[in-house]
Nanobody
Framework: VQLQASGGGLAQAGGSLRLSCAASGGTFGDYVLGWFRQAPGKEREFVGGISRSSISTYARDSVKGRFTISRDNAKNTVYLQMNSLKPEDTAVYYC?????????????WGHGTLVTVSS
């Protein structure tokens, strides 16, 4: 499956952005999806994920209550709604997909989209 993230840009602290990740080349509903980010000079970190049928979503503590992950299997797209943005959310954001919900590693990765949050 090929993944393409979009929707990044410049936002002010307290603002919102919605990232999208469109998939092609596979059966979208078969995959568990996740969002990751990598800030300048830091390691990539897991932001959150969503199960195949959207029954389960999970997010790192630092974004809980601010970021929401959703998916539309009919549109082959996963979203990351980011509210109450903070400068520390500045990073390149990546979407990823995996077959198994029981493994930590992801099988497919998209190119990132840059999010910059100004104070």
């Amino acid at each position: 499956v090929q993944l393409q993230a979009s929707g990044g840009g410049l936002a002010q602290a307290g603002g919102s952005l919605r990232l999208s990740c469109a998939a092609s080349g596979g059966t979208f509903g078969d995959y568990v999806l996740g969002w990751f980010r990598q800030a300048p000079g830091k390691e990539r970190e897991f932001v959150g994920g969503i199960s195949r049928s959207s029954i389960s979503t999970y997010a790192r503590d630092s974004v809980k209550g601010r970021f929401t992950i959703s998916r539309d299997n009919a549109k082959n797209t996963v979203y990351l709604q980011m509210n109450s943005l903070k400068p520390e959310d500045t990073a390149v954001y990546y979407c990823a997909a995996k077959w198994s919900p029981y493994t930590t590693g992801y099988d497919y990765w998209g190119h990132g989209t840059l999010v910059t949050v100004s104070s």
